[in-house]
C-alpha cells in the first residue's frame, strides 16, 4: 500500500507514537509496532515546534556535499549540545550570494529524546 504515514511525537514521551494513514485510520504503539505496518509508504513527522531550532547558516558554496559536511560544524557555538547529537534538516541555499555567501536555512533537533 502507497501513500503517506502521518507520525506524531509527543514530549515527554511514554515510548509510544501515534500514526494516521491517507485513509484515515488511525494507530497507536511502539515504533517497532509501527514498522511491522509499514510497506511502501512515506513518513511524515510531526514534531512540537519547541524541539526545533530554525536557524540560517551562511557559507560561501551551495555544493549540497559542502553544506552536509560544514553546517553542524559551523552552527556548533550556537548550540547547546554536542552536533554529533542532532539531526540537521537543511533546506536550499538562497539563490544569490550576499558577501559572498549563501543563506542555508536549517532546522536543527536532537536525535534521541
Known amino acids: 500500500m502507497k501513500g503517506n504515514i502521518y507520525l506524531r511525537l509527543d514530549y515527554p514521551s511514554n515510548g509510544n507514537v501515534v500514526w494516521r494513514t491517507n485513509d ?28 526545533i531550532l530554525l536557524i540560517e547558516a551562511n ?3 551551495r555544493k549540497r556535499e559542502r553544506i552536509i559536511q560544514a553546517i553542524p560544524y559551523h552552527l556548533e ?8 547529537s542532532l539531526h540537521f534538516a537543511i533546506g536550499t541555499p538562497s539563490a544569490i550570494a550576499i558577501n ?14
Open 24 to 51: 484515515g485510520d488511525y494507530g497507536s504503539g511502539t515504533l517497532s509496532e509501527l514498522a511491522n505496518l509499514i510497506d511502501e509508504q512515506r513518513i511524515i513527522i510531526f514534531v512540537p515546534s519547541s524541539e
Open 77 to 84: 557555538e550556537n548550540l547547546a549540545a554536542d552536533v554529533d
Open 59 to 61: 557559507l560561501p558554496t
Open 100 to 113: 559572498g555567501n549563501f543563506n542555508i536555512p536549517v532546522a536543527v533537533i536532537a536525535r534521541e529524546r
